[in-house]
């Protein structure tokens, strides 16, 4: 949608300091080489690049306004806003978009979960109906890691006239950042999937990491429905405060997940239970914590009015998101590709997984480091070694700083250091596991991002089909 430069203005909290040619703009960016041809670009200073040094290069690719926080004004015809910060005016430019297209707005954040959680409501929205009438294509969601104080506002800025309704995950790794995007995206329903050890470095503690993601309730307006997790006490404890409407899930939840099993290749089955309502659901996603997942899903869904078989069938048809358990064969081998993230929590919940899956071979698991795990990121990858331990593990292989803290752990709790293996880098792990796998084996491959623990299974791939 395009804006009016008065318009524009007024929504990001700025003064026309220049004027350009054009009386109204289109697309609004943040990266200089993807501004269109009267497009808006907005000046974000990073801790690595400061978006003013491109003003210039985007008045030359033809954008038609920029939005600027200091005193730069390029010599062409391009229209100039000087805002307080261009970070936040971003944020109020989006908020202000939100509003004047009114879509229904579901939010999620979490330590875990919550892009998954995402994709299976995204998926459930594409098989329901608003207003009487069909929400296929009408249904906007962040893709990636669009999630933070950047990518959040991009989304919005997506929104057109055809959309209806907007799935959103929020995320942060430090203070103020839940209560800021909550503000933005202004959400109709809202959810904390769980909370847990994670971006510890930012949020210092486990209650820090509490506070934060509670701001989603507590920026929830009084027409708003919290979506809580029964079986999460921290998650309940955010939500006590909050007056509006609650939709429970969980153990003792109006949404129940029944019944659930693993079943051969990574699959599972549940029963599905909304109040009364009970429906099978088999969901092409590997590990129990899905399960999870899938009801989070199913009651945000169901907040918003979306009738059980819709949910069941948009459930059905979720795929897995890539690097998150993701489940493949090579030659005979299962894999279960987990390495876009990790922290305690969600490594955990991979080896149960791992542990879960029926097999005729041997289990193994490749593990990386846990990231912005904070001050007592050691003692972490102790306890993850001796949860490895317990896992049922017939292999252990370890890469990263702190591999020798997870075999500590590992071989403490009883695992047998033939059995624990620490890795010098990634492709001659890669190597040794083409080597060592066999068919009717099944390993799980997971890291945080910055162990890019996706390149051990390339190297294991390379060189043979």
Avoid at 325 to 347: C, F, L, Q
Wanted: with cysteine; proline share 3%.
């Amino acid at each position: 949608m395009d804006w009016s430069i008065e318009e524009l203005a007024r929504a990001a909290g700025g003064t026309i300091v220049q004027r350009g040619a054009a009386l109204r703009v289109g697309d609004i960016c943040t990266d200089s080489r993807r501004v269109e041809w009267n497009g808006v670009f907005v000046a974000l200073r990073g801790e690595l690049h400061d978006g003013h040094a491109f003003v210039s290069e985007a008045a030359r690719r033809g954008s038609g306004c920029v939005i600027v926080q200091e005193n730069v004004v390029p010599a062409s015809e391009v229209t100039v806003i000087r805002v307080r910060d261009t970070l936040r005016a971003l944020g109020e430019v989006a908020r202000f978009h939100r509003r004047r297209l009114a879509p229904r707005v579901l939010a999620i954040t979490g330590s875990n979960g919550k892009t998954t959680t995402k994709e299976m409501l995204f998926s459930i929205l594409q098989r329901a109906r608003l207003d009487n009438r069909p929400l296929r294509g009408r249904v906007l969601k962040n893709e990636g890691n669009y999630n933070n104080l950047v990518g959040l506002p991009l989304t919005l800025l997506r929104l057109g006239e055809r959309e209806r309704a907007a799935v959103v995950e929020l995320g942060t790794n430090r203070p103020g950042e839940i209560r800021r995007l909550t503000a933005i995206a202004e959400p109709d329903v809202a959810a904390i999937t769980s909370v847990g050890p994670a971006h510890l470095s930012g949020l210092k503690t486990v209650a820090g990491v509490a506070r934060e993601k509670g701001a989603i309730f507590r920026g929830l307006g009084a027409h708003g429905t919290a979506v809580v997790n029964l079986d999460d006490a921290r998650v309940v404890r955010q939500s006590r405060a909050f007056q509006g409407r609650v939709v429970t899930y969980g153990t003792g939840g109006h949404v129940r997940g029944e019944d659930p099993e693993m079943l051969a290749g990574g699959r599972l089955r549940f029963n599905l239970r909304v109040g009364r309502l009970r429906e099978p659901v088999r969901l092409r996603l590997c590990g129990l914590h899905n399960v999870r997942n899938a009801v989070g899903a199913a009651a945000m869904a169901h907040a918003f009015g979306v009738d059980p078989a819709a949910i069941c069938k948009g459930l059905e048809a979720v795929r897995p998101v890539p690097m998150r358990m993701e489940v493949e064969r090579w030659r005979g081998i299962g894999i279960i590709n987990d390495a876009y993230n990790a922290n305690p929590a969600s490594m955990e919940a991979a080896l149960a997984a791992l542990r879960g899956i029926p097999a005729r071979g041997r289990r193994v698991a490749v593990l990386g480091d846990m990231l912005e795990m904070g001050e007592n990121e050691s003692a972490c990858h102790r306890e993850l070694g001796e949860t490895a331990a317990r896992s049922g593990l017939d292999a252990l292989y370890l890469l990263g700083r702190f591999a020798r803290e997870i075999r500590r752990g590992a071989v403490g709790a009883g695992m047998e250091r033939s059995a624990v293996r620490v890795a010098r880098a990634h492709q001659p792990l890669g190597k040794e596991l083409r080597g060592v796998l066999r068919k009717g084996d099944w390993v799980l491959l997971k890291g945080s991002r910055g162990a890019a623990m996706e390149q051990v299974l390339a190297a294991m791939k390379d060189g043979g089909a």
